[in-house]
């Protein structure tokens, strides 16, 4: 049976959530688990693959994992006690032989939390809209040898509780992408540049990049499939662990804000 897991999971105890060797990583992790259950033998032979990467120090509400298993419901059952106390597993699906979550994804949403708030949220919003649609995005990534151009169906900022929150949706994202949109919304928050410089910056990218916003205050939020997804209740001991744990504001946020929002299926 190929099987979907939603997962969330506070990034700062983690060098990404890429496999590295000899580094902490979310997806090392999440296979130990399953090689300690019996879930497969060779993550390789069941095909296990994750929507996409998260750098050192981003949280994630919303990520998904695939991979075939002959012990479906030892993986419902019981991953969620063998994982470390900084994953948990909050949804489950039954999905056809070829889904792969990173292919499969219909949209992505990411939210970044800036505290404290840098100033004019109305004028953030203003210069967050300007984002939407397709654009050559040069100047606020890392491209590479990669399309510069990418579609952004959705973005904007907001106001809840103690922060200032950007919403951003698409289909994909480069590289350090969201956390610099953070930056020059900052910087618009800030008085130190007027929207239509967003503008500018979209139409006639510069040579040099503007610098990623710090790590710590980006959230992947919502991965769409389509696809109905079955909720997991949070265990007591993982919920005693999250509330007991001190954290600077970022993963504060991440917590309270984000990571123990509830599931939607």
Known sequence: MRLALRFSYFGDG???????????????EFIAACRRLDLFEDWREAGFSMAGRTDRGVHA?????????????????????????????????????????????????????????????????????????????????????????????????????????????GVSFLWNMVRGMATALERVGRGEIDPEEVARLLAEPPGQRLPAAPPEGLVLWYIDYAIPFMPLPIDEKGREHRGSRRYSYHTVMAEVSALLAPEDG
Not at 63 to 90: G, H, K, M, Y
Not at 104 to 127: C, I, K, N
Request: hydrophobic letters at 35%; aromatic letters at 14%; proline letters at 6%.
């Open 14 to 28: 983690f060098f990404g959530s890429q496999m590295q060797p000899g580094l902490r990583t979310v997806e090392g």
């Open 61 to 169: 509400r919303c990520q998904v994992c695939s991979f075939s298993t002959d012990e479906p419901d030892r993986a419902i059952r019981s991953l969620n006690r063998v994982l470390p106390e900084d994953i948990w597993c909050t949804a489950w699906a039954e999905v056809p032989g070829e889904f792969h979550p990173r292919y499969d994804a219909l949209s992505r949403t990411y939210r970044y939390y800036f505290f404290p708030a840098p100033g004019d949220t109305a004028r953030m919003h203003e210069a967050a809209e300007k984002f939407t649609g397709r654009h050559n995005f040069s100047a606020f990534a890392r491209a590479g040898d990669r399309n510069p151009e990418r579609e952004v169906s959705g973005a904007r900022v907001f106001e809840d509780g103690h922060f200032i929150i950007f919403e951003v949706t």
